[in-house]
């Protein structure tokens, strides 16, 4: 009989906290009479944002038998999940709601897919990261396809799906093969084999098919082609919370796959990655550009997005890594941000997903549309928002580790000058006057065919003023969440 | 007090945004009023400054982004006194300019234009290169939402070519900043971003010429120096006329000063070496816009590529290198500031009662409004560099610092000061006289006091530059002569190994 490792729950105090409330509100929808609804909401975001506290409080330690740490990346990834499930449930409700899709379901998936977020940047083992890949993925399949009365949203699940588990199969097979370099799949373990011994040419195969696996959920170029039809398909507030949690587990896993552990071998794998992120960046904000659907713009969007965070990895030196993490922080505020407002309005009971929709937002609605624009803004990399100072910490990190690192920081602002025309066009016609028929309030009847309604509740007020807070102070005083990124790179020293 | 006088027309942005929609008087006002105070608190600024002095005054420094050496940090000197000067100036000029004009969205108008206003005196006072970057671009946003919301039938295009455009070559001066901090952060052991740190450093030649490079596109963009002048035309004709008087009288000379600014104290010996091609550049540009207003039909274009020929002069000036050129250069940025605002301005006032921009459709207006008639001839007096007025004084100086390089530059330039006349009373000629066939003659109503008031500031100092200009050249030529020390010093310790090696 082989011992049983112990079980140190403390650890992982975070992750069972998001499980509970997930299960608490599969269970209370059961009986919570429709009207009380609100409650799961209200579970959800307490579970999250108690899990964050605690995450926080809790100290440094390795447990499981060596496949689970804590540490600081563990809890940079975690709060940053956490802040994305908060988010992530905030802006559902109400779309939930006119859809009626109003299920406890909803929040549990969206908690789970959090949990795998969360385990992915504390695996210290490549089996638990396989594991968590997939407690992240398989939540995100079901979500692209909770419309159900919608034939778009189930083509989305199936196709993220199928695509889905083919690029798992790609992860897994790299690990076995690295497994059958270096006899284990315990990270520090394989760092430790590849600090000592050049890679043969199984573990650079082992290696790549990581990247294929890890850069099919961060949408990089040439792994990108499912997110567009997937975003384009899946209900607005899933789009939003798939294309920032995926991100973020799947940033968290690569930086502490390559520049953590294979750190020896960085002559191998930032050129590599460095390709791919000029590939990703260019690839992602040309397409967007052709776009007319706002959410197929926003898929490409993040797309461009992943190419950015990828440059910081790429580079990986303790401060790119350090910046890899705001950039995080900073693109699940403007992100989701960017979705949320399109979420309050409806045209014909339908998503309101052109981006002609927006036409005449901000006499209707100043403040969604001030909060649109200011997103749009953020997210092209403009002063003085978030993601100019995001972008400027990766950029900057690339530029001091040398030439290579310059061309990279070129080509990155290069390609946000192209992004700068899709999104501002987005933030131009939000600002422009109203055409005939114009945006009509949710409840008001005998409105012409195929007008835009606008539906806004406190809540996605309150996720979409939250996240507009944190792209300003972002913007101008960086340096409050500054501590994250820094215990992140204080990791790699 | 400069973060003061940055910051106070933000926060007068943020007080009309909570004023209601529905009180466009009240937020004309307020809007006002708050440029009023922002041009109070500029003239305290020069009464504080020290003209004696050479260097950075009003120095303040906070650290902002610590673990990236990026600094929060704004100074003046004689070099950004002048420019924030006409800032002050130009604002509640433009304001009250486009109070009949603007009707629509008036509130989101007026924090735009403050908000512009916080970002252009940002970036003439910031010392440190990543804050400056940040001003620089958050220019364009307001900017562009003034063309794209308040313009001309064609404001979409525009709008996003004028951000584009600049945009695309301000990246490379981010990036040419971003390396300067790594060769930094070898050179000098610290992070830091904050130009009088960077000062210290001694790049080699060849690195000079890439990032000085990177930056001088940036600039010329924004200058526009021929042939990067191509957004200029389209963005001032479909501006509101407030926009064009700001793109003109301020935006244009972000371009300029960053040469000024920034060239001679990190690129001492690539300025030198680039300064030959700048002048052929300036040169080809004074002459060629010049020569492209006359052919204008659109009364704005006319006045859009006066202005690539009137920078040209300013560009003239830099690249002299020499204490007149230099002198005459920020004299005439804001000459050309104050003469172009206003001619915008009169253009807005034929533009408010017709809504024609074409020199065709005019024609016989001196008979229906002789007040205006001699205010257009005051500012076209003024644009065309007649003795006596402020336009004189700036390019004469110009010119006398390029004959001191080069004949064949003053030959040249003189060439386009001619040109200008002719280009500018023809189009007076038009307009003013001749038979009437305007389209709308009932509408072409004498100026108002309100618009009169407008221009009666920027008249005053047409002619008090022009009779005596003597306080602004006290106060920016300490300045000057530091940054021609510095040139001066650069050179001396580049020829010095060179004279070592037997050839």
Known sequence: MTAVPPVPLGLIAPELVVLGAAMLALLADLWLPPARRGLLVAAAVAGAVAAAWLGLGLPDGVGFAGMYVRDGLTRAGQTLALAATVLGVLVAPEYLRRGGLDRGEYYFLVLIAGLGAMLMAASRDLLLLFLALETLSVPLYVLAATGRGSTRSQEAGMKYFLLGAFASAFFLYGVALLYGTTGTTRLPEIGAAFSTQAPSASAAAGVGLLVIGLGFKAALVPFHTWAPDVYEGAPFPAAAFMSVVAKIGAFVALVRVFPMTLGALALHWSALLGGLAVLTMIVGNLAALLQTSYKRMLAYSSIAHAGYLLVGVAVGTPQAVGAVVTYLLVYAAMGTGAFAVAIALERGGAEADRIDDFAGLSARAPLLAVAGGLFMVSLAGLPPTGGFMAKLGIFLAAADAGRPGVVLALVGFLTSVVSVYYYLRVAYVMFSPAPAAGIVPGGAGGATEGAVRLHASPLLHLAVLAAAAAVIQTGILPSTVAALGAQVAALLR | ?503
């Open chain 2, 1 to 503: 007090m400069l973060t003061a006088l940055i910051f106070l027309p933000l926060a007068g942005a943020g007080l009309v945004a909570v004023l209601p929609r529905g009180r466009p008087e009240v937020i004309r006002w307020v809007g006002l009023l708050v440029s009023l105070a922002a041009a109070a608190l500029a003239a305290r600024v020069v009464g504080a400054f020290d003209a004696a002095s050479g260097h950075l005054q009003l120095i303040e420094r906070v650290a902002w982004i610590p673990a990236l050496g990026i600094g929060y940090a704004v100074g003046v000197d004689g070099i950004s006194l002048l420019l924030v000067g006409l800032v002050a100036v130009i604002f509640p000029v433009a304001l009250l300019g486009s109070w009949g004009s603007i009707t629509e969205r008036v509130k989101a108008y007026t924090i735009a234009m403050l908000g512009l206003q916080t970002a252009v005196l940002g970036t003439f006072l910031s010392l440190d290169l990543i804050l400056f970057y940040v001003f620089w671009e958050a220019v364009l946003i307001p900017m562009a939402f003034l063309i794209g919301i308040w313009g001309g039938p064609n404001r979409r295009y525009a709008a996003i070519k004028f951000f584009l455009y600049t945009m695309a070559a301000s990246v490379l001066m981010l990036v040419a900043i971003l390396v300067l901090h790594a060769l930094a952060a070898g050179q000098l052991g610290e992070r830091t971003f904050d130009l009088e740190r960077l000062a210290a450093m001694s790049l080699a030649p060849g690195t000079q010429a890439w990032l000085f490079a990177a930056f001088a596109l940036a600039f010329a963009v924004k200058v526009p120096v021929w042939p990067l002048h191509t957004w200029l035309p389209d963005a001032h004709t479909e501006a509101p006329t407030a926009g064009s008087v700001i793109l003109a009288a301020v935006l244009l000379k972000m371009g300029t000063y960053g040469f000024v600014r920034f060239g001679p104290v990190l690129f001492p010996d690539a300025l030198v070496a680039a300064a030959p091609l700048l002048a052929g550049l300036a040169i080809v540009g004074i002459v060629y816009g010049a020569a492209v207003s006359w052919a204008q039909t659109d009364f704005k274009r006319l006045i859009a590529f006066s202005s690539v020929s009137h920078l040209g002069f300013v560009m003239l000036g830099i690249a002299a290198l020499n204490e007149q050129g230099f002198q005459g250069s920020l004299l005439q940025m804001v000459n050309h500031g104050i003469s172009t605002g206003a001619l915008f301005m009169i253009v807005g006032v034929l533009y408010d009662r017709t809504h024609t921009r074409e020199l065709a459709d005019y024609g016989g207006v001196a008979a229906r409004m002789p007040r205006f008639a001699a205010l257009f001839v005051i500012v076209l007096l003024s644009s065309a560099a007649l003795p006596g007025t402020n336009g004189f004084v700036g390019e004469f100086l110009i010119l006398l610092g390029a004959f001191r390089v080069s004949v064949w530059w003053a030959a040249l330039g003189v060439l386009g000061v001619v040109l200008s006349a002719v280009y500018l009373l023809w189009a007076y000629q038009q307009v003013m006289h001749g038979p009437p066939t305007a389209r709308h003659p009932e509408r072409l109503t004498e100026i108002t006091p309100r618009e009169l008031l407008a221009f009666a500031p920027l008249v005053a100092l047409i002619f008090a530059i022009g009779l005596y200009p003597r306080p602004l050249l006290d106060r920016s030529e300490a300045a000057v002569r530091a940054a021609l020390d510095r040139l001066e010093r650069a050179a001396q310790t580049r020829i010095v190994p060179q004279a070592r090696e037997p050839r």
